[in-house]
């Protein structure tokens, strides 16, 4: 296990400090204090359109959350966040479903200590047949089963992420010390890799739930599946390189393994699940496609649904104001393209009392403020989602799971309260209110809705929003 100072990475599933990669009130839609140029009436909304989701024939907008735990911890803490997220109005959970380990005999080390959650894991290395295994029982797969039965019980839907890119739960280095490799990038780029990872998402996306008895395939409770959580061509570690790969890589791989995806599975959308970083427009270093990532190239594959941007300012060490500017330009991406974006994890810190699980103590004053901010922009902007990191239930002492990152909030606390609020005004955002109907037969997937001008011209001008 990491140090507490990286419990983010051990548990939420991120990097190190990205200030070190990078060097360096009540609800009201009315009060957003932003630039101008920044801010977008429902008028301009109505006028231009953007793309959104669409369930059972209907526009759908939300707000979500993020969890990592569900996965390896018992029913009864599983069904306690979906009551939470249930009683929020939090319509979509992203979830991890990977957790990878290196082989049971030890041959093979662990990229993330023990290799496993509490005995949990998925996949193994097998050296007997010198390729990945997967574990399908009550200490592995089944735990996935039983998330999306309990997410289907509360009417939620899940996004489900396929790889970390981070060593938490395994990861993209775990892929590497399989097959005896050391640089980060290779994952995306070299062929006994690749296919490990299309054999893992075949394995899943064909699997039959042992609970319910659906295939995952055919299962509407799956929002989308994510590629990765957050891929780059690095990972904050030794196993970084500088040379042997550029900004085309991920997305060569994003649209290679996205076009397989679809090839087993049409009922569902694809995500690439990446942090948003963008190929120029500003000096920060999340403009300047870091680690090789192009978040307009990888949102405009023809095999990619929509687009998703995460926002840490105080680890990205970002100046004044970047969120609004940050929510802004991936706004205009998505109009560009044609399709929908949501911000897909986003936090700032607060400090808690009694070890991490009781009352805010300092930070909640800035959290407050620029939640409002953040949301009244997606909003008012034409913005289809928004998912905090991350709502936490009760563990199996039926105290408060610890807030180790100190993004944490729950149901009955004021960021709860909050996002709360935020799920029912996004239940009727403006980009929803604006769409046409369908004309498609209702269906309990998630489907796209492109308004018919958008498909006709393939882009609108930026200069319009």
Not at 10 to 22: D, E, I, Q, T
Not at 30 to 36: E, F, R, S, V, Y
Not at 352 to 369: F, P
């Amino acid at each position: 296990m990491h140090r507490r100072r990286e419990i983010k990475h051990v548990l939420r599933g991120h990097g190190p400090s990205l200030a070190a990669l990078f060097g360096g009130a009540a609800l009201s839609l009315g009060c957003l204090k932003t630039p101008d140029r920044y801010v977008q009436s429902t008028l301009d909304v109505k006028q231009n359109p953007p793309a959104s989701f669409a369930v059972d024939g209907k526009p759908f907008c939300f707000a979500g959350s993020n969890n990592y735990y569900p996965i390896f911890k018992p029913k009864p803490v599983v069904d306690d966040l979906f009551d939470a997220a249930r009683a929020l109005d939090l319509k979509v959970m992203r979830v991890w479903g990977m957790l990878d380990r290196g082989s049971l005999d030890g041959s093979v080390p662990n990229s993330d200590g023990p290799g496993e959650k509490e005995g949990v894991y998925f996949q193994y290395w097998d050296p007997a047949q010198k390729k990945p295994a997967y574990n399908d029982g009550a200490n592995g797969l089944e735990r996935l089963d039983y998330v999306l039965a309990a997410a289907a019980k509360n009417d939620i839907k899940v996004i489900v992420v396929l790889i970390n890119n981070w060593r938490a739960f395994g990861g993209i280095d775990q892929y590497l010390m399989w097959y005896g490799r050391n640089k980060h990038h290779e994952f995306f780029t070299e062929p006994e890799l690749r296919q490990a990872y299309r054999d893992w998402v075949k394995h899943v996306i064909t699997r039959k739930n042992t609970v319910n008895g659906r295939l995952y395939r055919d299962d509407p409770t799956v929002f989308a599946w994510e590629l990765a959580n957050e891929p780059r061509c690095k990972g904050g570690n030794a196993f970084d390189t500088a040379t042997g790969w550029d900004k085309s890589t991920v997305t060569g791989w994003a649209g290679e393994m996205s076009t397989y995806i679809k090839s087993l599975d049409a009922n569902h959308l694809v995500s690439v699940g990446d942090e948003g970083f963008l190929d120029g427009g500003g000096d920060h270093g999340a403009y300047k496609a870091n680690d090789g990532v192009d978040h307009a190239a990888l949102t405009g594959l023809p095999t990619i649904d929509f687009g998703t941007f995460h926002l840490y300012p105080e680890d990205w060490s970002t100046p004044e104001k970047f969120g609004e500017h940050w929510i802004s330009d991936h706004l205009k991406v998505a109009r560009e393209l044609g399709k929908p974006t949501i911000l897909e994890e986003y936090g700032i810190k607060v400090t808690r009392a009694q070890g991490n699980t009781g009352e805010v103590t300092a930070g909640w004053d800035e959290r407050r403020a620029t939640y409002q901010r953040w949301n009244d922009l997606m909003l008012k902007r034409g913005g289809n989602a928004a998912l905090p990191w991350m709502l936490a239930g009760n563990d199996e002492n039926q105290a408060r799971y610890p807030d180790y990152d100190r993004f944490v909030f729950y149901r009955d606390d004021a960021t709860g309260k909050l996002i709360g609020e935020y799920a029912k005004a996004f239940a009727n955002a403006p980009a929803c209110q604006v769409q046409p109907a369908t004309g498609a037969p209702a269906s309990a997937f998630v489907s796209v809705i492109r308004p018919p001008e958008r498909v006709a011209l393939g882009w609108l001008d930026p200069r319009t929003l």
